[in-house]
């Protein structure tokens, strides 16, 4: 079993800055890979970034353009771990509610059905 929460939305001005966080716990989150992912009004939830276990190895999806970055921290035993997505440069078009996710053992996706475990996300609202 894997917890997640996620905390940091909030209202923003086009061109701000924004910190989420996601904090993890488990006994088998080592070893798990933990994304991010989006889902605005009326779209399918989205893939936004991913992060693997030891926090060495990252991936974006397209639209990210460089100006999401994915960390992780974790604790000596990584059964606990805190990833951060920080996101510059915020469009209109980034407004979602953002919720982190834990993946499959091992697994390395940017695909919603290798993860099982979801955080209850946080909404992002960027103002024009």
């Known amino acids: 079993q894997v917890k997640l929460v996620e905390s940091g939305g909030g209202l923003v001005q086009a061109g701000d800055s924004l910190s989420l966080s996601c904090a993890a716990s488990?006994?088998?989150?080592?070893?798990?890979?933990v994304g991010w992912f989006r889902q605005a009004p009326g779209k399918d939830r989205e893939f936004v970034a991913v992060?693997?276990?030891?926090?060495?190895?990252?991936?974006?999806?397209?639209f990210v353009e460089g100006r999401f970055a994915i960390s992780r921290d974790n604790t000596d035993n990584s059964t606990d771990s805190t990833i951060t997505l920080r996101m510059n440069g915020l469009k209109p078009e980034d407004t979602a509610v953002y919720y982190c996710?834990?993946?499959?053992?091992?697994?390395?996706?940017?695909?919603?059905?290798?993860?099982?475990?979801w955080g209850q996300g946080t909404q992002v609202t960027v103002s024009s």
């Open positions: 992060v693997s276990w030891s926090g060495g190895s990252t991936m974006y999806a397209d």
């Open positions: 488990g006994r088998t989150l080592p070893s798990r890979s």
């Open positions: 996710a834990a993946g499959v053992p091992g697994d390395w996706s940017r695909l919603s059905p290798r993860y099982h475990y």
